[in-house]
């Protein structure tokens, strides 16, 4: 069993050792939950900037859930081209991204350019997934582990290896369930 701080029930249902990934060193675990987070690991390289950002997928949007938004942030084409610039403008060497859809993973990919690998992983049963994309000459070696929140719930964990200029970098990025009564 897995409880992560401020979280309760989370169970994995692939246990650690069935990984060639794993044990994770060196591993900078990245967690949003509809926010944005950017991390500089100057220590560990000697400039890199990593951002983890909940897209909020299409799928997901409820105009009841976001009474102060207009109707045209919640508009999914105009909403897309807003996030394809935002990332853009962030200029990050890692991203990080969670309720991300198919679609929009590859125009992200098609964003970035032949600069940046990337990397996608879906949710069983849901229309979103996490993508991971890495300013970076190989490809990413990647794996995912799927773990529950409740019994129906899917919930994963994208975990790539990304090499930078010789050296290893391990990128967790995963989207933990939202608890509306512990928030």
Known sequence: RMKPRGHTNYQLRKPYSKSPFMPYRSCILVVCFLSLVAVDATSLFAQLRIVSYNILADAYIRRGR???ASATALEPT???????DQLTHMRADIYCLQE???GVHDAISDQ???SFHGH?????????GCSIFARTDTPLECDTL????????DR??????????GRTLQVVSTHLRWQRHST
């Open 66 to 68: 976001y009474p102060n």
């Open 78 to 84: 105009a909403r897309r081209q807003r996030l394809l």
């Open 120 to 128: 996608y992983a879906g949710r069983r049963g849901r229309p979103d």
């Open 100 to 102: 991300v859809e198919p």
């Open 156 to 165: 994963l964990a994208l975990i790539a290896n990304v090499n930078l200029n």
């Open 146 to 153: 799927h773990y529950a929140c409740e019994a129906k719930d």
């Open 112 to 114: 970035l350019g032949a």
